[in-house]
């Protein structure tokens, strides 16, 4: 819990799986909504993770390309990666206009 009141506002709207430490984060002032793969459930009214948990899968493999990071890169790479998720399938049209 005090990573995510580290990192994520009050007030904010959470998607999560069903993982019991989240229990709290309703008392902490999130909205929170769940879905629980243990119940064989995905989504649940607008309720899914399937998209976060796709774009980590895409970035743990190109990150793992690096054979590891240093502290300092890791940042710089986590942004590469989340403009190349943004902009998949328009990527050569994307970089060929800029030249």
Avoid: C, Q
Avoid at 8 to 21: A, C, F, H, N, Q
Avoid at 86 to 98: F, K, P, V
């Amino acid at each position: 819990m005090p990573i995510i009141e580290g990192k994520v506002l009050e007030g904010s709207t959470i998607y999560s799986d069903g993982w019991k430490s989240y229990d709290g984060l309703i008392l902490n002032g999130y909205d929170h909504y769940r879905v629980y793969h243990s119940k064989d459930e995905f989504v649940r009214g607008k309720a899914h993770v399937n998209g976060i948990e796709s774009f980590w899968s895409f970035t743990k493999r190109r990150l793992a390309k690096f054979n590891g990071l240093t502290d300092e890169m890791f940042n710089f790479h986590l942004k590469e990666s989340e403009w190349r998720w943004n902009h998949r399938g328009e990527i050569y049209d994307t970089l060929y206009e800029r030249v």
